[in-house]
């Protein structure tokens, strides 16, 4: 599902007539010489800024989100750590990004050889519904997703 999400967006942007790569640049004109590489203006697209090798401060994701002039950045609230406020999303608002925010009921799991199960669905709805009220009431984001991929078998 994940490469025919990634195929149908790079399939998109490619046919969109108004998007114009801002990497390749005329040469100067009074120098002939080339024109700087670096992107310019900003996207549509945005970031989950997650290394591989460990963990980056908030104010260096959103270092990485304007030198690649990106408007979104993606973050997870964790329910069951929620106390009424989340670091991250209010960073990244003042700096200017907006948020796609993923809401997760709790952290994933994992079981005795080390594979990803999901966190299951909350039995409480109406506790769920109340603390998510809370959630949206204080944060705007600009899109929000909930949970994540409950049908793979090796989340």
């Known amino acids: 599902m994940k490469q ?3 195929a149908l967006l790079i399939f998109s942007a490619a046919c969109n007539p108004q998007l114009k790569p801002t990497t390749q640049k005329d040469p100067d004109p009074q120098t ?4 700087s590489t670096s992107t310019s203006g900003s996207t549509k697209f945005g970031i989950l800024v997650n290394p591989s ?10 270092k990485v ?4 002039n990106l408007k979104y950045v993606r973050n997870a609230v964790i329910m069951e750590d929620w106390t009424g406020a989340d670091g991250a999303y209010e960073e990244y608002v003042n700096a ?40 949206l009431d204080k944060y705007r984001p600009e899109l929000v997703v909930i949970e994540n991929e409950e049908t793979t078998k090796h989340y």
């Open 4 to 6: 025919l999400l990634a």
């Open 32 to 35: 002939n010489e080339p024109a």
């Open 53 to 62: 090798g460990g963990r980056l401060s908030n104010a260096t994701k959103i």
């Open 65 to 68: 989100a304007k030198a690649l």
């Open 96 to 135: 200017g990004l907006k948020v796609i925010l993923n809401i997760n009921a709790g952290h994933v799991q994992q079981d005795g050889s080390g594979t990803k199960t999901p966190f299951p669905f909350p039995k409480d709805t109406v506790e769920y519904k109340k603390k998510l009220g809370k959630m």
